[in-house]
């Protein structure tokens, strides 16, 4: 479904693809997941999407967001908004489907193949603009999590539909216990 010469650019909802790779019980390792699509055909850009809290003084996510953008991928982030709702708990808002939206259709006009990695059915408008402007577009998600995390309407609205499940051996991290096992029986046989 990838053409070697055709002009590409990833839009990762953060937040989605997290929720889609923990569902299915494996990490993202986002220098492979680049790589990968940098085989697949010219990667034009590669844009990241979350929305982080401010206000801690560390976030978990900040170390992952340093290294993305020193390693060739757009950063695109915003303060997440934190409220208490009508029952009393602490929540925490951050969308950051308008900033892909509007990135995604400047892109347009410079790419070939969009592949979108969210599952969030609001896309379907957004992939059929893209769509009606010339390009191909890739969807990567899950149907096999338990419910599914992709919306059924942005699955049939997309060109190609990519199940995350069959990335895992090409984009996933080894869980940190089979790190270690790998390691020690490395360092085993060294001896």
Same mark, same amino acid.
């Given at each position: 479904?990838?053409?070697?010469?055709?002009?590409?650019?990833?839009?990762?909802?953060?937040?989605?693809?997290?929720?889609?790779?923990?569902?299915?019980?494996?990490?993202?390792?986002?220098?492979?997941?680049?790589?990968?699509?940098?085989?697949?055909?010219?990667?034009?850009?590669?844009?990241?999407?979350?929305?982080?809290?401010?206000?801690?003084?560390?976030?978990?996510?900040? +170390?992952?967001?340093?290294?993305?953008?020193?390693?060739?991928?757009? $950063?695109?982030?915003?303060?997440?908004?934190?409220?208490?709702?009508? $029952?009393?708990?602490?929540?925490?808002?951050?969308?950051?489907?308008?900033?892909?939206?509007?990135?995604?259709?400047?892109?347009? +006009?410079?790419?070939?193949? $969009?592949?979108?990695?969210?599952?969030?059915?609001?896309?379907?408008?957004?992939?059929?603009?893209?769509?009606?402007?010339?390009?191909?577009?890739?969807?990567?998600?899950?149907?096999?999590?338990?419910?599914?995390?992709?919306?059924?309407?942005?699955?049939?609205?997309?060109?190609?539909?990519?199940?995350?499940?069959?990335?895992?051996?090409?984009?996933?991290? +080894?869980?940190?216990?089979?790190?270690?096992?790998?390691?020690?029986?490395?360092?085993?046989?060294?001896?």
């Amino acid at each position: 479904m990838f053409y070697r010469d055709e002009r590409l650019a990833l839009f990762i909802d953060g937040a989605n693809l997290y929720a889609a790779a923990r569902a299915l019980g494996f990490d993202i390792d986002y220098k492979l997941l680049r790589s990968e699509f940098v085989r697949r055909g010219k990667l034009v850009r590669a844009f990241y999407y979350t929305a982080m809290l401010e206000t801690d003084e560390y976030s978990p996510i900040r +170390p992952l967001v340093d290294w993305l953008n020193y390693n060739g991928f757009a $950063m695109v982030t915003k303060p997440a908004k934190e409220f208490t709702d009508s $029952m009393g708990r602490r929540k925490v808002k951050g969308n950051m489907d308008i900033e892909l939206a509007v990135d995604a259709m400047e892109m347009a +006009p410079h790419i070939d193949h $969009m592949v979108l990695f969210s599952g969030d059915g609001d896309f379907k408008p957004l992939v059929e603009s893209i769509q009606r402007q010339g390009v191909r577009v890739s969807v990567v998600s899950t149907i096999r999590s338990s419910p599914p995390m992709i919306s059924d309407e942005l699955r049939r609205q997309c060109d190609n539909f990519i199940e995350l499940e069959e990335l895992r051996e090409v984009i996933g991290r +080894p869980p940190r216990g089979e790190q270690v096992s790998s390691r020690v029986i490395a360092e085993a046989s060294d001896d």
